[in-house]
């Protein structure tokens, strides 16, 4: 487990981030629900459980309670692993408390000990917060895949080097 500061705006002193476990399912698809409008399976979820890259954040204010999760992976690349950042949300009541931040920065982290030199990402072309927490990390347009979303939303392929 890995416990960072933060500086929030609602005065989190300590995020914990941690691997998923199967105990946390339930609350990790209870925010996928309440986040996406599209939300993957729970099934979908569990198939990640064991992965290195499947973390969950806990906040000294929740009673070890999941406030936020990524799931990261990597695909084969030429040779060399690309890290993938497949899902990433907040639970609404910890959002602008540095959640979001820690959980990218370990899974970043997490990617780049396993051998990937660069990561990428899709995210909603409208999902404003979402893009100015990529690009706080470097990340970059790159493409954009139109009807990415059964909506019909464009999806914006993001990219950066480890």
């Not at 300590?14 to 698809?29: G, N, P, S, Y």
């Not at 979820?45 to 936020?68: N, Q």
């Not at 979303?149 to 993001?158: F, P, Q, R």
């Amino acid at each position: 487990m890995t416990t960072v500061s933060s500086d929030g705006a609602n005065g989190v002193a300590d995020i914990r981030i941690r691997t998923a476990e199967r105990a946390d399912l339930l609350a990790i698809h209870r925010i996928e629900q309440a986040v996406f409008p599209q939300p993957w399976p729970f099934s979908a979820l569990e198939s990640y459980l064991g992965e290195s890259g499947f973390l969950v954040a806990e906040t000294d204010t929740d009673e070890a309670r999941v406030a936020g999760y990524v799931i990261a992976d990597t695909v084969p690349n030429h040779g060399t692993p690309l890290g993938h950042v497949k899902d990433l949300a907040v639970c609404e009541e910890h959002r602008r408390e540095g959640v979001a931040t820690a959980l990218l920065r370990r899974a970043l982290s997490k990617l780049e000990s396993v051998g990937a030199d660069s990561a990428k990402l899709e995210v909603r072309a409208e999902n404003e917060e979402a893009l100015r927490l990529y690009r706080q990390f470097g990340f970059e347009h790159r493409k954009t895949i139109p009807n990415y979303y059964s909506n019909g939303e464009d999806a914006l392929v993001m990219v950066r080097l480890l």
